[in-house]
């Protein structure tokens, strides 16, 4: 039998390149949306889930049980930017990209995990971000929720070991994505300290997610994991430069990195 594959946010994006690629690869993939009616030409079958809510995650995890008997790969890819001065920033919107980032990640974690124990198996693999390695200006809250999300796969690896269930990150960095449409902006106030700077921050990010790679490539990289007989705890996914920023971090002393950062965003 192929293994059953459930991708959160598989509507679009980097989730639905890896769809595709696992479907074409022959196995059996399901993908998640808030309106799957939406997305009739989908490659593979929608479920209707909205990751912040735990009933919704629930109905969604006992569906696709109902349809296949079983579940090998949870893919945890639904996320959700959001940029701004942290000074400005509503707390309600700082709450909900957590909701989303961090707390539905963990809710379908626990969904799924009974299910896994009963196969004494199973494969989770949660999308973060090289963002998550570092704290970047107008980025705080974003990179804090993908960080939270690296830290705690750590712990459930090992809360896991003894059940044949294993999990990995897979952090990105730039890629040619609708992620910046959907994201929350906190608007660029005329009589802000922070307007120009954030501006000009703002305008660089955007530029860098519409030059960024084709998200095939983050499919390509999952295909392997899923494959991989002992798969790492952290993968980094991008150009050589995002992923040497985060060596740069762990051998610069903490002023030498911060500057840096500061001048990559010239402020």
Not at 111 to 119: K, N
Not at 137 to 154: C, D, Q, V, W
Not at 229 to 244: D, M, S
């Amino acid at each position: 039998m192929s293994k059953v594959i459930l991708i959160t946010g598989g509507s679009s994006g980097i989730g639905k390149s890896i769809g595709e690629f696992l479907t074409d690869k022959g196995y059996t993939v399901y993908g998640t949306s808030r309106f799957p009616e939406n997305y009739t030409d989908s490659k593979f079958p929608l479920l209707k889930l909205d990751v912040t809510q735990t009933t919704s995650i629930n109905e969604c995890v006992s569906e696709l049980i109902s349809k296949t008997s079983q579940i090998d790969v949870l893919i945890n890819n639904a996320g959700v930017g959001i940029t701004g001065p942290l000074e400005e920033i509503p707390m309600e919107e700082m709450k909900r990209n957590f909701e989303t980032n961090l707390f539905g990640p963990i809710n379908m974690i626990n969904a799924v995990l009974p299910f896994m124990r009963s196969q004494q198996s199973g494969q989770i693999l949660n999308i973060s971000s090289i963002a998550g390695y570092m704290g970047l200006p107008f980025r705080g809250i974003y990179s804090a929720s993908k960080g939270a999300l690296e830290l705690i796969t750590e712990s459930y690896r090992m809360e896991l070991k003894t059940f044949n269930i294993s999990m990995s990150t897979i952090a990105p960095g730039d890629f040619a994505t609708n992620i910046a449409a959907g994201r929350y902006h906190a608007p660029v106030l005329n009589d802000s300290p922070y307007k120009n700077s954030y501006g000009t921050t703002l305008k660089m990010m955007d530029s860098h997610v519409d030059s960024g790679k084709n998200p095939f490539l983050m499919a390509q990289v999952i295909h392997k994991i899923i494959r991989s007989k002992n798969p790492r705890i952290h993968y980094k996914v991008g150009a050589f430069l995002q992923k040497f920023s985060i060596v740069l971090k762990r051998i610069l002393p903490d002023l030498w990195y911060e500057k840096l950062l500061s001048r990559f965003y010239n402020i």
